[in-house]
């Protein structure tokens, strides 16, 4: 069973950047992908960017091509997530997500994901 930690989240005003952090515990090595999602008030959970664990291979949702860059730490079992020229409609609770297989197709179904981060808020305000 794999645990992850989600950190990085805070207040930005518009045009700024952050960057988070999700660190794996636990089962690593069943590992097969790693993605981020984000959810905010009253709109659904949706997929932001994910990356096959082993090989590195690299997927975004198209809204978020140019401005979020996922990356991955292997050594550390960490996934960052970078976002720039951040908006109000940016803001959400950002959600680390992992599954044991590599999720290619069905990648934005937050049910191919077995664990789940708690989640780190991320608000940026005009």
């Known amino acids: 069973q794999v645990q992850l930690a989600e950190s990085g989240g805070g207040l930005v005003q518009t045009g700024g950047s952050l960057s988070l952090s999700c660190e794996a515990s636990g089962h690593t090595s069943s590992l097969g992908t790693k993605a981020w999602f984000r959810q905010a008030p009253g709109k659904e959970r949706e997929f932001v960017a994910s990356?096959?664990?082993?090989?590195?291979?690299?997927f975004y949702a198209d809204a978020f091509k140019g401005r979020f860059t996922i990356s991955r730490d292997y050594a550390k079992n960490t996934v960052h997530l970078q976002m720039k020229s951040l908006t109000p409609e940016d803001t959400a609770v950002y959600y680390c997500a992992a599954s044991t297989r590599t999720v290619g197709g069905t990648r934005q179904m937050p049910s191919r994901y077995s664990a789940w981060g708690q989640g780190t808020q991320v608000t940026v305000s005009s």
């Open positions: 990356v096959f664990w082993d090989n590195g291979i690299i």
